[in-house]
């Protein structure tokens, strides 16, 4: 498929060169362009995501509980961001491990990851889940009231 031979021993690869006329998708574009088509929409998501974040503290702060909404609200979203990054590190690692194995030729390797990081992805959700519901009745217990009389 390439029109650079390559080593002997090399890694076959599918993938044509950068400089082949008929190369397509990201391995076409000039590093900046490829960044760009990559970094762009998660750059909107980004900017969409702080929008909502900002129209959530304007919401709850005008509630008039004393702050009690906009401090559930931040608690929720820190519970949120933490199972978020866990899986967004992981994710990254499971790409990376699922890559080199496709690359290397090894596609049982490539399919044990992906395994892998889909039953991690499945922990995770049962973990957000599980905190997701034991969430209600604590926050209760600790904002309300009552439970902060002596």
Do not use: Y
């Amino acid at each position: 498929m390439s029109s650079h031979p390559a080593p002997p021993d090399a890694p076959r690869s599918d993938f044509p060169h950068p400089e082949e006329p008929h190369a397509k998708g990201l391995i076409a574009l000039s590093p900046a362009k490829a960044v760009l088509k990559l970094g762009l929409p998660l750059a909107l998501a980004s900017f969409f995501q702080a929008g909502f974040n900002l129209t959530e503290v304007w919401v709850f702060g005008r509630a008039g509980d004393n702050g009690a909404s906009l401090a559930g609200a931040a608690v929720s979203d820190m519970l949120t961001a933490l199972f978020a990054l866990l899986a967004s590190g992981l994710g990254n690692a499971a790409v990376t491990q699922i890559s080199q194995a496709t690359g290397a030729g090894d596609e049982e390797r490539a399919r044990r990851a992906a395994r892998a990081a889909v039953f991690v992805g499945l922990i995770l959700s049962l973990g957000s889940a599980v905190v997701g519901i034991l969430a209600g009745p604590l926050g209760h217990a600790f904002m309300h009231p009552s439970a902060r009389e002596p």
